[in-house]
């Protein structure tokens, strides 16, 4: 089995478990840890990617370009990638990136919607940067639909595709299936991002690779969105008892954990009963701590407005919609 | 009464759709509906009686009653020929590509102040239906910050829109400060895929530099704007009213569309070409009035 390229996101995913508030010297921290581990790929940037410092996805603390200058001031292997939602960051945003050290770009769109990144995916490798294909939400629909987006994303010029499980909602054979039919109509390398809302994203990981994914996200701690991601600490491991080269030292990736990671977590990464109705109903991971605090204003059950959210088809970047859903539960006393 | 003739570029939906809302003007009638090939557009126009051409603004430029035009092509052809070739001719423009040759204009907020103008821009489909409120806010409680997020369905996302999504964010972004009258502004838009389409539905959220002027004083101006935009998008309303929290005030709206060619549900592209048609029908107003006093 070929090599497998790990891609750490504790400080872009890892961002909204920890409400967007890191500071440079964190940020300093972990990509050193990173390099020293030998983790090929960092992302650093707002949880909701480039721009998404606002009201509707909570502020960040520290200016992103700062922490992105400050993650590749410490790494010489590693790579800095940024994450971009056409919609949300913009091409300026992007170019700031590269400048404050970034050499890698994830465009994200919503599963069925791949034609937004083209704009994006053309100024980033016009910028010299490696551009990566981001499906977000891919348990929505078909294997042969993402298929085809996937294809839209590689004749822009993507360099390898990514699927998300933005949901944590599929079962391993459903990312099996995922994977090889996108595998099967792109020349590219395919990767893979999991969230553990259904305690799956460990299984989920290695049932992609076994399905052929070159590229596999994961969080030290699995800090991350809903119940967290494939905690990378832990796949080193996982993919060590495999056989499958990493090229990652595993007790330095576990120290990292421990000893940098353990004590900036604001709260424990687990599947609560939120994280696990996310994974049940299909609701996009970022939307958790903006529910619970919706469903203390509004004093509504939390797993009520979830559920709605995910009965609306309610896709990535809709944070906005969660008010209008808590309101209009309200109006209709609490009960979906 | 007499009416304004107006002259349409670009027959495809938007262009259709803006004929329909002429056919319904009292101020205004199709002066000619001009392509630069033959199209599905050209022959609806025909069929109804328009006048048409294949020669895109040329045709319109040489129809000497023609007053006003609306550009619905794109941003380049706007820059490089209809705005050069319409304001020679003394035609004013009312251009709904992202060009912004001339300034922007939001008919509920600040069209008076247009009248004079050879060129005007109408933003985008999320400014139209986001500006009016943040400027209601600022016209009362002052406005350091406004934020919208735009959720429009993919089906009413056409290919240009998809394929220059800054475009949007960052034109609604400057719209939302310069008509808006908000120091910063951020827009962020949203593609959403679900069966039915959803409505076009917009959150606004704006950081008031004075919140002592209460939430009823605010929610005041923002009914009367709502009133005012009601009188051209009858199908625009608040879901959910006015909050505010601290400094922080949220409102979230839904434009229905009024079906005129397009789905109801592409409130998106109904409220910027009824903004668009509402600007013309007020300029047509002005010159029918300065004709009958002269």
């Not at chain 1, 459903?174 to 305690?199: Q, S």
């Not at chain 2, 002259?7 to 009292?26: A, E, H, Q, W």
């Not at chain 2, 247009?114 to 489909?125: F, H």
């Not at chain 2, 310069?178 to 409505?199: F, R």
Request: negative net charge; contains cysteine.
């Amino acid at each position: 089995m070929a090599k497998i390229i790990l891609v750490d996101t504790t400080m872009r995913d890892g961002s909204h478990a920890i409400r967007h508030t890191y500071e440079a010297a964190q940020a300093a921290a972990i990509a050193e840890g990173l390099e020293e581990a030998g983790v090929p790929i960092l992302e650093v940037a707002h949880g909701d990617g480039l721009g998404g410092s606002s009201y509707t996805y909570g502020f960040s603390k520290s200016n992103e370009f700062d922490l992105v200058r400050a993650a590749a001031s410490k790494v010489r292997r590693t790579k800095v990638a940024v994450l971009l939602l056409p919609g949300i960051g913009t091409i300026e945003d992007l170019k700031q990136a590269r400048d404050a050290g970034a050499s890698v770009v994830r465009v994200a769109t919503h599963v069925t919607e791949a034609d937004v990144s083209a704009q994006h995916i053309a100024a980033a490798k016009e910028l010299g940067m490696m551009a990566v294909g981001f499906l977000m939400m891919v348990h929505m629909t078909s294997p042969e639909h993402i298929a085809e987006e996937a294809a839209k994303m590689e004749s822009y010029g993507a360099d390898y595709i990514n699927l998300a499980d933005s949901a944590g909602y599929l079962m391993p054979e459903g990312v099996t299936d995922r994977i090889k039919a996108v595998r099967a109509a792109v020349k590219i390398p395919v990767g893979w991002h999991a969230h553990n809302n259904l305690a799956l994203a460990m299984a989920n990981s290695l049932a992609a690779v076994e399905a052929g994914a070159e590229y596999v996200d994961g969080t030290l701690r699995g800090l991350g969105a809903g119940a967290g991601n494939t905690q990378l600490e832990v796949l080193v491991g996982v993919l060590n008892r495999r056989d499958i080269e990493t090229g990652v030292d595993f007790y330095r990736v576990m120290d990292l954990a421990q000893d940098v990671v353990d004590p900036l977590m604001q709260r424990p990464q687990v599947v609560d009963n939120g994280s696990l109705m996310l994974g049940y109903a299909g609701v996009y991971s970022s939307f958790l701590l903006h529910v619970y605090a919706a469903a203390e204003k509004f004093g509504l059950e939390p797993r009520d407005i979830l559920v709605e959210l995910g009965r609306r088809g309610m896709v990535g970047g809709q944070e906005d919609m969660i008010i209008d859903v808590a309101y209009q539960l309200k109006q209709k006393g609490g009960v979906a | 009464m007499s009416k304004i003739k107006v002259g349409i570029i670009g027959p495809g939906n938007i262009g259709t759709d803006l004929m329909y809302k002429v056919f319904r003007s009292k101020n205004l009638e199709m002066g000619m509906m001009a392509g630069i090939v033959e199209s599905e557009g050209i022959r609806r126009a025909a069929s109804l009686g328009v006048p048409v051409s294949t020669e895109g603004v040329k045709a319109i430029a040489a129809q000497k009653d023609i007053r006003l035009a609306f550009d619905a092509t794109s941003a380049a052809a706007h820059v490089k020929f209809n705005g050069p070739a319409l304001k020679e001719a003394g035609i004013i423009s009312i251009d709904l590509t992202p060009a912004a040759l001339g300034p922007y204009c939001v008919p509920s907020v600040n069209l008076a102040a247009l009248q004079m103008e050879p060129d005007i821009n109408m933003v985008t489909c999320g400014g139209q239906a986001t500006i009016p409120i943040v400027y209601a806010v600022s016209r009362v409680a002052g406005a350091a910050y406004g934020e919208i997020v735009a959720c429009i369905s993919s089906k009413s996302a056409g290919p240009g829109t998809r394929a220059n999504m800054d475009e949007f964010t960052e034109t609604t972004a400057k719209g939302i400060e310069l008509v808006g009258g908000a120091d910063k502004g951020k827009a962020i838009i949203v593609l959403n895929p679900a069966e039915p389409p959803l409505m076009m539905t917009n959150t606004i959220m704006v950081r008031v530099k004075d919140s002592s002027v209460g939430l009823e004083a605010i929610s005041a101006s923002i009914d009367e704007i709502v009133a005012e935009l009601k009188t051209y998008v009858p199908g625009y309303q608040l879901r959910v009213p006015p909050m505010l929290e601290g400094d922080k005030l949220t409102t979230i709206v839904q434009v229905q569309g009024q079906g005129d060619f397009l789905p109801e549900y592409s409130g998106n592209l109904d409220i910027i070409n009824a903004a668009a048609v509402a600007a013309a029908e007020q300029i047509a107003a002005e010159m029918l009035a300065m004709e009958k006093g002269a």
